[in-house]
């Protein structure tokens, strides 16, 4: 089953996407029969799904398909034809193979379906779970959707050992709290704008597989020998895309979904040091704030994964779940400071003597200092922070994302930092740590040398 605007017709005797059967009934809703769901908390959704919290698959579903009709008025004729490539493709069925879409299935967790993005490598071990009415392709994310809950009454003919199976499936690592284990597929297309051409490529020059790996954040990962990313890395590291070959790359492809409207407006502020973009989804409310980072990287995630269609909030919790560096940004008076920012003297771990050696005291003096603070008002800006410092944020701060979404403080004009935005009387404004909340987050204290 597929849906968007012009896709063939599936071979399968499912209906169309917008022909779907809508719950009538509990069973068939994307909750579980028989749970009570305004009793049972809702669990967190998977970072870069398409789902939010409380959302069943029928009401994804139809989000996007909403979103894929205004998509196709923009698309120009090359896009639509291959997109259209795509769709026939899927149409026969079959899992998506090592480079294909990528495949999100909805597992079952306390009685609601959770959307999550599956290796392409466990999705086709258990595709023949799920019947061909319960398995949607996206053409235009070049997505698949599984979910028993889009034909709850179908079972499929299973023709492989469940047990062994499940064992499998739960032989996943958990991850540690404050942690968001991230798809290598989807990491590489969102943030190095990684395309997978179609056709063979001719040899080209491309970095070491483990330098590949370790680019992408994770050393174990084992690369496919077809798989062209080492090459596009290789002109990345050169500063030199514009050789690379078009195919490999959204920003250069001819059919990227780059060139259609963004539906945001972005501002560049050049500094003394660095280059910051401000990034404010177009209909969102004065009152709300912008989103300012470092990486124009991030700034073209955030746009390839549409979250801005659903508010600044929504880009928010999605960018504390990444882990990434940002800033909520505030229009405020562009007058200077009325006071200097107030020292952190008592926020320090303190000195040791030459040749100390930490002790436990030592870990457990740090915990205290940490989690005190980040559990003070200023606590919650460590969460803009990415990196370590956002990490242990994460760890400590159990509702990270609706911190991170508050008003700013009312000390902004004394402890945050400003830029210029080109009017006499406002600039933008963003809450920063001091040098010294971040040694204390980080666990730095001073040993003497003895010299």
């Known amino acids: ?57 029928h009401t994804v579903m139809e989000r996007c398909r909403l979103r894929n009709e205004k998509c196709a008025q923009h ?60 398995r949607i392709y996206n053409s235009f994310s070049n997505q698949w959707d599984l979910c028993t809950a889009l034909a709850p009454s179908e079972e499929p003919e299973l023709t492989y050992d469940l047990e062994s199976a499940d064992r499998d499936r739960g032989a996943d690592v958990e991850t540690l709290p404050g942690w968001q284990k991230q798809d290598v597929q989807t990491k590489i297309s969102l943030h190095f704008s990684f395309t997978e051409p179609i056709s063979p490529q001719q040899p080209q020059p491309k970095i070491q597989s483990k330098a590949c790996a370790w680019t992408v954040g994770d050393e174990t990962w084992a690369i496919p020998e077809t798989l062209a990313l080492p090459t596009l890395l290789h002109y990345i590291l050169q500063g030199d895309l514009g050789a690379a070959p078009a195919n490999l790359c959204d920003l250069t492809s001819p059919d990227s979904d780059l060139i259609n409207d963004w539906n945001v407006d972005i501002t560049v502020f050049r500094q003394q040091d660095k280059t910051l973009y401000e990034i404010c989804p177009r209909g969102s409310e004065a009152s709300s704030p912008g989103i300012l980072v470092e990486s124009a990287a991030t700034a073209l995630q955030i746009i390839r994964s549409d979250w801005v269609y659903d508010g600044v909030e929504y880009v928010i919790r999605n960018l504390v779940k990444l882990g990434a560096a940002f800033h909520p940004s505030w229009q405020r008076p562009a007058h200077l400071r009325t006071s200097p920012a107030p020292l952190s003297s008592r926020l320090t771990l303190g000195r040791r003597p030459a040749g100390y050696i930490p002790t436990l005291l030592d870990f457990g003096v740090y915990v205290q200092y940490r989690d005190g603070f980040l559990h003070s008002s200023r606590g919650r800006v460590a ?65 003497e040398t003895g010299t």
């Open 383 to 447: 969460l803009f922070y990415g990196g370590i410092v956002g990490r242990l944020a994460r760890l400590v701060l159990s509702d990270s994302e609706g911190l991170a979404c508050l008003e700013a403080s009312e000390d902004i004009l004394d402890t945050g930092a400003r830029v210029a935005s080109g009017n006499g009387e406002e600039a933008l404004w963003y809450e920063t740590l001091m040098k010294e909340e971040i040694r204390v987050i980080c666990g730095v204290y001073v040993i």
């Open 1 to 57: 089953m597929s849906f968007g605007a012009s896709t063939p017709p599936s071979p399968h005797p499912a209906a169309s996407f917008s022909a779907l059967p809508f719950p009538t009934a509990e069973c068939s809703s994307g909750y579980k029969e028989g749970v009570d769901v305004h009793a049972v908390a809702f669990p967190a959704v998977e970072p870069g799904s398409n789902q939010k919290e409380g959302e069943d698959v």
């Open 75 to 134: 698309k120009s004729a090359e896009a639509r034809s291959s997109r259209l490539d795509r769709a026939a493709h899927a149409s026969a069925g079959a899992a998506p193979g090592k480079h294909g879409a990528r495949v999100f299935i909805w597992d079952e967790e306390g009685g609601f379906f959770i959307q999550r993005v599956y290796n392409r490598q466990k999705a086709a071990e258990m595709w023949d779970e799920f019947t061909p009415a319960q």
